[in-house]
């Protein structure tokens, strides 16, 4: 047995280390600077009480992005160096982000151990490679993020910091390898086990839908689909779900050998940059070659967020979550007992408020951030929640989940077709939207991102923005002056929100312009790229009638975007 030793490695703090509400993330080249990994790694162990620490189990993977091979190994000297126990690796550094918390929340060690928290190696939707992105975050013993309280002490121990802890004589594990590697510390033993990716993820698959049901789906000679990882991490798990579980064919996965680069592409689900899915199913500028797939679907790097598509189909993400709540008790076994209350983020839609109101649940708005979902689902609150950009989720674990978005979308269609599998035609994706439209009423919805704005410029905007919610005839007056007969704005705010668990307040969530019918503009400041500021508008209209069409009353404030961001259009339009 190999025995290490431990250093204590003189520090001094770097500017630039707080985290958002999803991790710390920066180019590969601020990452791989002398110190800065191990100091937020450090950072993060003092935040932690001590016995999360010192003879804990820990989990450490990710998306594997660049830079993840490297970092991993960091970690796990830091972690020897530092007391954990024991540390838990997916094969080849793959976890992805849900399978993360799932395996905090349900995995038991040969030993008994169960993990305590969990280091995630993502930069989610954000491009791979030497000269892209990179992210780190904690996950604590629930499988959620770690709270603000947590992340603001990292951040303030990256600012008063002054040595890090590393066994730098412990060798290299190899995490290709499935098994246990153990060491001898100077105080404890650490043991560092390489298990299966996608084994305990896919046991709680199985739990939560009818995968019998959804098989005889797949093997209807007239129902085909088609997923389209990105080359990120759901590729670990694609083939061992849809082929291996459900018997589908190979040959409807797409990009699903997970990349560092990415392959060079974007991974975030989306009409833009899911350009190849977007085209097989009809949805491109130019026709398909073949008939496109009865269901489509994809999935960003680290494999929470997923995107739905039916043939010449886009499923809005604030639909999505609305028609699953809709359908969840009788299509999704894991909710057959009913659902305990849902959730969305602000931006989102408001579709999934008036099936709440229909089905007399328990509703929440909660801002931007899923660790708001998890307080709800910890009290036992919530069941079901989403957010506009492309997350569903359930309180199956703490994350938001694509892989069980999909397949909360393949139960509902094995539902709606399981006494039509041989008839003349199968009721599709866009019948199940459209007849929720006519049940429920439409909403209307675009986001538009600009992407990589100067930060100044941004904050100046939302400014700008703030000042102009005192004077909503002025408002008024800009709206009409460019769709005379739009409905007026009657109010006006920043979105603050109080949480009925802990009593924590969250202010400065976003800017509301709420018009008389109904209709929304939202303006908020997102902090999920590396660099720069992305600045997100979502329009939303709410009508009962789907026959009609929503009015355009965007593009008042769009001339705005231009004169503070030099925009003249957005980045993505979703």
Sequence with gaps: MVTFTVSRVETAPIDGQ?????????????????HYLQNFVQSTFYALSAEKVRGATLVVSGDGRYYSKDAIQII????????????????????????????????????????????????????GGPHEDFGIKYNMENGGPAPEGI?????????????????????????????????????????VEVFDSAVDYVKLMKSIFDFQLISKLLSC????????????????????????????????????????????????????????????MGLGKSAPENEPPEFGAAADGDADRNMILGKRFFVTPSDSVAIIAANAVEAIPYFSGGLKGVARSMPTSAALDVVAQHLNLKFFEVP???????????AGLC????????????DHIREKDGIWAVLAWLSILAYKNKENLSGEKLVSVEDIVR???????????????????????????????????????????????????????????????????????????????LFEDGSRLVFRLSGTGSEGATIRLYIEQYEKDPAKTGRDSQEALLSKMQEFTGRSAPTVIT
């Design 368 to 378: 931007t951030g899923w660790k708001f979902f998890g307080n709800l689902m910890d």
């Design 221 to 280: 000679p007239k129902f085909s689909f088609c997923y389209d990882a990105l080359h990120g991490v759901a590729g670990a798990y694609a083939k061992r779900i849809f082929v291996e579980e459900l018997g589908a064919n190979e040959g409807f996965l797409l990009n699903c050998t997970p990349k560092e680069d990415f392959g060079g592409g974007h991974p975030d689900p989306n009409l833009t940059y899911a350009k190849e899915l977007v085209a097989r």
């Design 18 to 34: 707080k985290p958002g509400t999803s991790g710390l993330r920066k180019k590969v080249k601020v990452f791989v600077q002398p």
């Design 151 to 191: 992340t603001d002490k990292i951040y303030e121990n990256t600012k008063t910091i002054k040595e890090y802890l590393i066994a730098e004589d412990l060798p290299n594990v190899d995490i290709t390898t499935l098994g246990v590697t153990s060491f001898t510390g100077p105080e404890e033993p650490f043991d």
């Design 435 to 513: 007849q929720h439209w006519v049940t429920y009423g439409r909403h209307y919805y675009t986001r538009y991102d600009y992407e990589n704005v100067d930060s100044g410029a941004a904050k100046e905007l939302m400014g700008y923005l703030v000042q102009l919610q005192s004077s909503l005839s002025e408002v008024n007056q800009i709206v009409k002056g460019v769709c005379p007969d739009a409905s007026n704005v009657v109010h006006a705010d920043e979105f603050e929100y109080k949480d009925p668990v802990d009593g924590s307040i969250s202010k400065h969530q976003g800017i509301r312009y």
């Design 76 to 127: 796990l000297k830091m972690a020897a160096a530092n007391g954990v126990r024991r540390v838990w690796v997916g094969q080849n550094g793959l976890l992805s982000t849900p399978a993360v918390s799932a395996v905090i929340r349900e995995r038991t060690g040969h030993d008994g151990a169960r993990a305590s928290g969990a280091f995630i190696l993502t930069a989610s939707h954000n491009p």
């Design 383 to 394: 069941s079901v929640c989403g957010e506009e950009s492309f997350g569903t989720g359930s």
